[in-house]
């Protein structure tokens, strides 16, 4: 099997993981189509996917519902964390019970009510809806009221639909007809090859550094701005064997938590893809303690929910 093929089955089970719920896998019915699809094509059938992912090969016969039992498990939801709007339930890996409680309830509103759980109303559903021409439209709102156009400083908002729609934040200031190397906090003065020789001369002055040390130093800002990472500034100096990797106990699930909400309190990105490429230590962990990247998320909101909303996309 290719490199590339490895790579897409890896995807295609950690995609899999996520259609988890309480250590019971979704429903075959309940998967994306283009994700069972891609199940078929890389392993033949649902039950070799589910077993090369780790997980039961077959789902436990459908629960037997009642009033009480739906109420029990949408305050357990809560309690977890979980917002319980239909959206939120649905992506979480609850349809039986979003079904559940339209049959016996009429609706989840009727149910949650019962359950006496009170959601803040969304205030994106009465906003206009995010497309390119809104990006654009909200950058030249901000350069026409003097504002601060670095991604850092702009609503996360404004950040994710620029990503969605451009690829990067950057590139969405460049397509509003800013140069982006005007507006960013942290743009470099010096060249590449300059930035290259004050990295190695780092690299000789500090031989012990760590790779987190490296992460926080000052030069770090100034790497990441021409380079995809610094990980890749480091091989493109030919720079072998350092900065030193250290080993970490993986985070708790409090501070899984606290580390999700300082994302949001700094305005970075919450997108799952961004914070793997960023942090991927703390979507380890978040995985482990929570079961997917969405449902920590939700908890750290949730501990927050009264002062700020954070973004996830």
């Not at 359950?115 to 390119?132: H, L, M």
């Not at 100096?237 to 350092?242: F, L, M, P, S």
């Amino acid at each position: 099997m290719s490199e590339a093929s490895n790579d897409h089955s890896s995807v295609v089970l950690h995609q899999l993981r996520e259609h988890v719920s309480d250590g019971v896998p979704a429903a075959t019915s309940t998967l994306p189509h283009d994700l069972y699809m891609a199940i078929l094509s890389e392993f033949g059938s649902i039950f070799d996917a589910r077993r090369a992912a780790g997980l039961p090969a077959n789902v436990p016969p459908r629960r037997r519902w009642s009033r009480e039992t739906i109420i029990a498990e949408l305050r357990r939801l809560d309690g977890r964390g979980v917002l319980i709007r239909y959206r939120d339930l649905n992506l979480a890996g609850h349809s039986g019970l979003l079904g559940a409680a339209r049959a016996l309830f009429g609706s989840l509103a009727r149910a949650r009510q019962q359950a006496g759980i009170r959601v803040t109303r969304r205030t994106e559903r009465r906003a206009k809806a995010w497309d390119e021409q809104r990006v654009i439209a909200e950058i030249n709102a901000l350069r026409a009221a003097g504002k601060a156009l670095a991604s850092s400083k702009v609503d996360p908002r404004l950040q994710c639909a620029a990503r969605r729609y451009f690829g990067t934040f950057g590139d969405a200031i460049e397509a509003a007809g800013v140069d982006y190397g005007d507006v960013r906090l942290n743009a470099p003065s010096c060249s590449v090859d300059e930035l290259l020789d004050r990295l190695r001369a780092l690299a000789a002055e500090q031989p012990a550094m760590t790779a987190s040390a490296l992460e926080d130093h000052a030069i770090a800002p100034m790497l990441r701005w021409r380079f995809p990472t610094v990980a890749a500034a480091v091989r493109k100096a030919g720079i072998r064997d350092w900065p030193r990797r250290e080993r970490r106990p993986m985070a708790s699930a409090e501070e899984t938590l606290a580390a999700i909400r300082a994302r949001g309190a700094q305005h970075r990105s919450l997108a799952r893809t961004v914070v793997v490429r960023e942090q991927r230590s703390l979507v380890r962990a978040a995985v482990r303690h929570y079961g997917t990247w969405r449902e920590a998320v939700a908890a750290a909101d949730h501990a927050t929910r009264r002062t700020t909303s954070l973004p996830t996309e």
